[in-house]
Each structure stands twice: as C-alpha cells, then as structure tokens.
C-alpha cells in the first residue's frame, strides 16, 4: 500500500492540529456582540478539528481502508463546519466595522484552516485515484484467507456460519 499521501497527510494533521488550538484560544477570548455567530461557528470549528485529528493520527499510523472511514467522516465534517465558520469570517471582513487584532488574527487562521483542512481531506482521500497515494477502496482482502476462503484474517480459524 503507497505511502505518498501518507508522508504528506501527517505533518498537515500535526499543522491543523496546532491551528485549530490557537483559533479555540482566539475564539474563547469573545469579541464584540456582532461577532457572536462568528466566534460560536469558529469554537465549533476548533472543537471538532481537534477531535477529528485524533481519528486522524490513528488512520495516520494504521493507514488501511477501516481507520479511513473515521478518519474522513470526522474530517469532513470539521471542514463544513470550518467552511461555515469561514463564511462568516469573509462577512465580518466584509462589513469592515472596528475588530481588533484578536479578531483579524481568528479571521486569518480560519481562512487558513479551511485551505489546509481541505488538503489534508484530499490527501487522506487519494486512495481513490490511485493504491500508491493511499489506502484504496477497492482492497478485498479483508476476510479472506489467501486462497479466497472467507475467515478471520490472520487467524487461521474459520468464520462460523450461526
């Protein structure tokens, strides 16, 4: 199994990680009553990146088909919920009221966040295009011997039929 997104996927999983830390700092401080939905989508955010990084380091280091499918859910679903916190984020710009620095450094790194959170996304994802990338989809060796026998892989005992 390729191992090409993999040596890229990590040191991007460890970078979200960190990023996601500082915008949760950023975010707690609070900010103004017009910036309400922003800092509340931005926690939201931070909450779920570092969470899905978890599931992340373990798909990391096991790099099969399985750990992927935690992986890529909690992934995708921290960069939507990213994405919305960068709409906001883009409106806030936008209205060009007084923010202070604390603001315009959250507004960066969500802005950042959602750029590097859909590469990594992609990356834990280019099984698809190719087996050398990563864990493809189309691996059927799980739970068979290497005859084709249905069982427990590894196990040597045969699957009970209840």
């Known amino acids: 199994m390729g191992t090409v997104g993999r040596t890229v996927a990590a040191p991007l999983l460890f970078l979200n990680f960190v990023m996601y830390f500082i915008v949760l700092g950023f975010?707690?401080?609070g900010g103004n009553p017009a910036t309400g939905y922003f800092l509340t989508f931005a926690i939201l955010a931070a909450v779920l990146g570092i969470v899905s990084k978890f599931a992340?380091?373990?798909?990391?280091?096991a790099w099969r088909n399985d750990s992927l499918?935690?992986?890529g859910a909690t992934a995708l679903v921290a960069w939507a919920v990213t994405v919305l916190a960068f709409g906001?984020?883009?409106k806030e710009i936008t209205l060009k009221g007084h923010r202070g620095w604390r603001l315009k450094v959250l507004e960066a790194f969500i802005i950042?966040?959602?750029l590097?959170?859909?590469l990594?996304?992609?990356l834990i994802h280019a099984g698809m295009i190719s087996s050398r990338h990563g864990p493809g989809y189309r691996d059927t060796g799980y739970g068979t011997d290497p005859a084709g026998h249905a069982g427990h892989k590894g196990t040597g005992i045969p699957e009970s039929r209840v």
């Open 56 to 61: 992340g380091g373990t798909h990391i280091r």
């Open 69 to 71: 499918a935690a992986a």
């Open 112 to 114: 950042i966040l959602t």
């Open 116 to 118: 590097t959170e859909l």
């Open 27 to 29: 975010a707690s401080l």
């Open 88 to 90: 906001f984020a883009c």
């Open 120 to 122: 990594y996304l992609l």
